[in-house]
T-cell receptor
């Protein structure tokens, strides 16, 4: 029943490791997003895919690499994790369109030690 | 560039009192505006949105917001606060252009006192 799901919910890892977060939506949307929420709750877009094509790539270190194998999935791989990567990462999806609501997943809390 | 400003990082009200959360936007074109709520350890949920139809928008859980072009504002209100309204509230504007990313304000934490 979950509309937008993310795994894992919590991720604790050491500096320098590589990790992935997965996102899936069952809403039939054509556009998916990754947002980062920092410790002060500020939310910022990182990436967006429309029909598996990258359409937003904000100023994000190239250690972050999104991958969209199909319209229902958008994964985020992070290489060489740093302390500053600790945050909550949210996946969202929508139909493409300026007025369209984005549906958010529950978030993945990443802690880098 | 479009932007959103939320005045007040924390707002505290008594249960049953009026809730007013402020949001001002900056946009060179008619904006599309959203209010989202985030409960602790959860994702964001849409409360309501303005997409150039009626200026008074009603949302879920008794919330509403009024779009005022002259004031570039989209404040969120609820006549009577409930304990369950305690959460983080985000105002957002939909970006102009094909990307349609959401640009969020810094959020307002609503505290409801018994």
């Amino acid at each position: 029943d979950t509309a937008v799901s993310q795994t894992p919910k919590y991720l604790v890892t050491q500096m320098g490791n590589d990790k992935s977060i997965k996102c899936e939506q069952n809403l039939g949307h054509d556009t998916m997003y990754w947002y980062k929420q920092d410790s002060k709750k500020f939310l910022k877009i990182m990436f967006s895919y429309n029909n598996k094509e990258l359409i937003i790539n904000e100023t994000v270190p190239n250690r972050f690499s999104p991958k969209s194998p199909d319209k229902a999935h958008l994964n985020l791989h992070i290489n060489s994790l740093e302390l500053g990567d600790s945050a909550v990462y949210f996946c969202a999806s929508s139909h493409q369109g300026r007025s369209n609501e984005q549906f958010f997943g529950p978030g993945t809390r990443l802690t880098v030690l | 560039a479009q932007s959103v400003t939320q005045l007040g990082s924390h707002v505290s009200v008594s249960e049953g009192a009026l809730v007013l959360l402020r949001c001002n936007y900056s946009s060179s074109v008619p904006p599309y505006l959203f209010w989202y709520v985030q409960y602790p350890n959860q994702g964001l949920q849409l409360l309501l949105k303005y997409t150039s139809a009626a200026t008074l928008v009603k949302g879920i859980n008794g919330f509403e917001a009024e779009f005022k072009k002259s004031e570039t504002s989209f404040h969120l209100t609820k006549p009577s606060a409930h304990m369950s309204d305690a959460a983080e509230y985000f105002c957002a504007v939909s970006d102009l252009g094909s990307s349609y990313k959401l640009i969020f304000g810094s959020g307002t934490r609503l505290l409801v006192r018994p």
